[in-house]
C-alpha cells in the first residue's frame, strides 16, 4: 500500500529554533556520538548499541545515512550552536500505522535537564506538520521512561488509546504506549 507521507527533506536539513539548532549528522561527529550514547541511560530506553564504541558510532553514522538516502527515516544532531551535539532526534514512518510519523529522541547525560529533549521535539513537529503529509505525529514510549513521558506532556502530546506497541530491543521484548500530538500544539 502507498504512503502518502513524503519524508524527502531538502538535501541538507537544517531547522532552528526554540534556541537550538538541528541539523544532519556527519563523519566528524563520531567522537560526540561515542560520547552521547555510551551511557547506560541511553542503553537502557533505546535500541542503539551497547557498549557504544567508534565501531558503533560508524555503523550508527552509516545506518543513518543510508534510512535517509531511502527516504526511511531522518536523524538529526540537537545543538546550541549549530556544532557540538548534544543529543539527537528522529524522524520515522511509524511502523504501527504507516499515516503516521514518530518522533524518536535522546539527550547525552552532561546535556539533560535543560530541555532540550522538550525543545528538539517541538521543532521537529512542526515541521512533520507542515512537511509530511502525516495524520498524526506520535512518540511511542515505555511507560517506566518518567523522562520521556514528561517531554511528551511538556510538548502537547496526549497519551491514546492506540493498542500498546510490542517491539524486541536487545532481545528483550519491551511495550510502548503511543503518544499523539493533539491540534495547535505544534
Known amino acids: 500500500m502507498d504512503s502518502p507521507l513524503t519524508l524527502a527533506p531538502p538535501p541538507y536539513l537544517r531547522l532552528e529554533g526554540e534556541g537550538i539548532h538541528l541539523r544532519e549528522w556527519s563523519e566528524e561527529d563520531i567522537p560526540a556520538l561515542v560520547e552521547l550514547y555510551d551511557d547506560p541511560e541511553i542503553a537502557r530506553w533505546t535500541p542503539v548499541a551497547s557498549p557504544f564504541d567508534t565501531m558503533a558510532a560508524q555503523v550508527y553514522l552509516t545506518e543513518a545515512q543510508e534510512a ?11 545543538t546550541t550552536d549549530g556544532v557540538l551535539p548534544q543529543g539527537e ?25 535543560r530541555g532540550l529533549a522538550s525543545r528538539a521535539v517541538r521543532l ?44 524486541t530491543s536487545r532481545g528483550r521484548p519491551i511495550t510502548l504506549r503511543t503518544w499523539s500530538l493533539t491540534g495547535g500544539a505544534a
Open 124 to 167: 521537529l513537529s512542526e515541521y512533520a506538520v507542515r512537511h509530511t503529509g502525516a495524520r498524526r505525529v506520535v512518540l511511542c514510549i515505555e511507560e517506566d521512561n518518567a523522562a520521556s513521558i514528561a517531554v511528551a506532556r511538556s510538548t502537547g502530546f496526549t497519551l491514546t488509546d492506540d493498542e500498546p506497541v510490542l517491539r
Open 89 to 113: 532526534v528522529l524522524l520515522f514512518r511509524s511502523k504501527a500505522d504507516e499515516r503516521d510519523v514518530e518522533i524518536a529522541y535522546g539527550v547525552g547525560a552532561a546535556h539533560r535537564g
Open 68 to 78: 535517509r538516502a531511502q527516504g526511511r527515516k531522518v536523524q538529526l544532531a540537537i
